[in-house]
């Protein structure tokens, strides 16, 4: 799995990186078919913004997540992810 990681208006620091890495590992681990990952870290005023684009086989998952903390975003985004990973995963399993 190959992780694209974008920030606007904020500096993607090494704690940040290896935040966002351990945090997709979880999805590898539910999920073995995901090709590649682009995320986008931003910052708006006082909210902080999360969002991740996953290509998989058969097909895109989006989900973007706000919050007022970086690392709480990025969680929340997690999160969300998984579910929708998930989802997908029983979809392929029923074909």
């Given at each position: 799995?190959?992780?694209?990681?974008?920030?606007?208006h904020v500096?993607?620091?090494?704690?940040?990186?290896?935040?966002?890495?351990?945090?997709?590992?979880?999805?590898?681990?539910?999920?073995?078919?995901?090709?590649?990952?682009?995320?986008?870290?931003?910052?708006?005023?006082?909210?902080?913004?999360?969002?991740?684009?996953?290509?998989?086989?058969?097909?895109?998952?989006?989900?973007?997540?706000?919050h007022?903390?970086?690392?709480?975003?990025?969680?929340?985004?997690?999160?969300?992810?998984?579910?929708?990973?998930?989802?997908?995963?029983?979809?392929?399993?029923?074909?």
């Open positions: 799995m190959q992780i694209n990681l974008t920030g606007h500096e993607i620091t090494d704690a940040l990186r290896d935040y966002v890495d351990s945090k997709f590992s979880k999805l590898q681990r539910h999920f073995d078919h995901i090709n590649n990952v682009h995320v986008i870290l931003n910052v708006e005023k006082l909210t902080q913004k999360a969002e991740a684009t996953l290509h998989l086989n058969g097909g895109e998952i989006f989900a973007d997540s706000q007022e903390d970086m690392y709480a975003a990025i969680d929340g985004l997690i999160d969300k992810l998984d579910r929708q990973v998930i989802k997908h995963k029983e979809k392929i399993k029923r074909h």
